[in-house]
């Protein structure tokens, strides 16, 4: 974001520090939206990106920005969506985790195919950049994504690969994966992601998770509480049944959460929703619910922002980690600690 003539203007591909020229491609009361045209003067935290499909391919956003920088940003995001959304004026400490892999990280993808191409979407547009080879998939994932180049699909279209099968082993645990489960994508941030949120959950009696997915955290978790119940529906929850010995709810959470949860008084409340948030009804039980801690797992600072301020009146915020999941894009997981307030 830069300024001129006291309008924000938002720029695509910029870099801190740079001075460009832009042509304005909408323009509001307001903001407006700019295209460079040229970069006159290089910010200090602006590189050459590594992959040679990066100003055309849509995949990736922040390939031509240094890791640091990258770094100061997310967590820049997460605050501002905290203070601004939440209205939190006081913030402990943000821990942030990085990727062990900044390359060859990612285990899944959606790939497109039209008129025999086979790749990504170009930037703002659903036109087809052909892609040999992606620097951000793992191995096994490209290799996956080989195959469906020699495949050459016809039509247009969207596959999903994966470079992982239906069984997974991450630390002591062994997951089953359904075809069509959703599983966090940087394998090298695996066991320590898992680490990460088992940790700031900590261990006792009742604990209640919702958005349960296909179990990842609940087998943990039922070595740590003495009871847990998980909800999930579909496919996902009978993958959590495999998964892990809790008591595992075949439902949503906006259905069950409302007439159950109060009468639970749980330990410990663990959310893990979509990047669209909580839905309100699941909100409004879980700050009502009497339970002594909340951890909530984002991956969408704004509906984040927007869920906490709902607990807020009975929850404070006492740990926040950034955790550096898509490298080379601004996507940003978040792991947020609440307390129960006295």
């Known amino acids: ?91 402990p400490e943000i821990d942030y985790v990085s990727s062990p892999a900044q390359l060859g990280y990612r285990s899944r993808a959606r790939i497109a195919h039209a008129a025999r191409q086979v790749g990504f979407r170009a930037r703002a547009s659903h036109f087809v ?6 620097l951000i998939l793992d191995e096994s994932t490209q290799k996956e994504l080989d195959r469906v180049r020699d495949r050459s699909p016809r039509g247009r279209g969207e596959v999903s690969i994966r470079g992982y099968g239906d069984t997974l082993d991450i630390g002591v645990n062994r997951y089953s994966v359904g075809e069509n489960a959703f599983f966090q994508t940087n394998r090298s941030l695996w066991e320590t992601w898992l680490q990460l949120v088992l940790n700031a959950c900590g261990e006792g009696g009742l604990a209640v998770e919702f958005y349960a997915g296909v179990g990842f955290y609940t087998a943990g978790l039922v070595k740590r509480f003495s009871r847990v119940i998980a909800v999930e529906r579909g496919a996902h ?41 909580c839905h309100r009804s699941v909100v409004n039980a879980v700050r009502d619910s009497g339970a002594q801690r909340v951890v909530y797992v984002s991956c969408e600072p704004s509906t984040l922002a927007r869920d906490v301020e709902v607990l807020a009146p009975s929850y404070s915020v006492t740990e926040i980690t950034c ?12 792991i947020a600690s609440m307390t129960k307030s006295v």
């Open 237 to 277: 929850a009978r993958d959590a049944a495999r998964n892990s010995n809790a008591e595992i709810v075949e439902a949503s959470a906006e259905s069950w959460a409302p007439g159950k949860l109060s009468g639970l008084a749980p330990e410990l409340v663990l959310l893990n929703p979509p990047r669209t948030g």
């Open 129 to 134: 950049i052909d892609v040999e080879r992606c």
């Open 1 to 91: 974001m830069g300024r001129y003539e006291g309008m924000a203007v938002f720029v695509a591909l910029a870099a801190p520090g740079d001075l460009l020229r832009v042509r304005l491609s909408r323009v509001r009361k307001r903001f407006a939206l700019g295209e460079i045209v040229e970069v006159l003067e290089p910010g200090s935290e602006r590189r050459e990106p590594p992959c040679s499909l990066f100003s055309d391919c849509g995949g990736c956003d922040w390939m031509h920005v240094s890791e640091a920088a990258q770094q100061r940003a997310r967590t820049m995001i997460v605050r501002d969506a905290l203070q601004r959304i939440a209205h939190l004026t006081e913030l």
């Open 323 to 334: 955790i550096d999941a898509l490298p080379q894009t601004h996507h940003v997981e978040v």
